[in-house]
């Protein structure tokens, strides 16, 4: 991770319900600025933060790379009382130091 990461919700997409391309354009503007971006995910919206981050590498930011993926799983109360596993992932994204002077 770079070291002018300061603010975690900063450098973060978190991804829902809304069109794929809303995130990516979102993910776009952060990993210019920054050289870093997370995906973030729970649930359902899974499949969504993959998609976006296979997008972004591949056709928009190619130069970016994985840097870690991170999965988790989290007990939820339900409004009946039991409890549900809620699975989350995020993914980070960076450009290398080596491919940081050709964005500059």
């Given at each position: 991770?770079p070291?002018?990461k300061?603010?975690?919700?900063?450098?973060s997409?978190y991804?829902?319900n809304?069109?794929?391309?809303?995130y990516?354009?979102a993910?776009?503007?952060i990993?210019?600025k920054?050289?870093?971006?997370?995906?973030?995910?729970r649930g359902?919206?899974i499949n969504?933060?993959?998609d976006?981050?296979?997008?972004?590498?591949?056709k928009f930011?190619?130069?970016?790379e994985?840097?870690?993926i991170r999965?988790?799983t989290e007990q939820?109360?339900?409004?009946d009382?039991?409890?549900s596993?809620?699975?989350?992932?995020?993914?980070?994204l960076?450009i290398?130091e080596?491919?940081?002077?050709?964005?500059?």
């Open positions: 991770m070291q002018e300061k603010n975690d919700d900063e450098l997409v991804i829902g809304s069109p794929k391309i809303n990516i354009t993910s776009m503007l990993i210019k920054n050289r870093f971006v997370s995906l973030k995910a359902r919206a969504a933060a993959v976006v981050a296979e997008i972004l590498k591949n930011v190619p130069e970016a994985y840097e870690e999965l988790n939820r109360p339900n409004p009382g039991k409890t596993n809620v699975s989350s992932i995020e993914i980070d960076v290398p080596t491919e940081r002077e050709k964005l500059q």
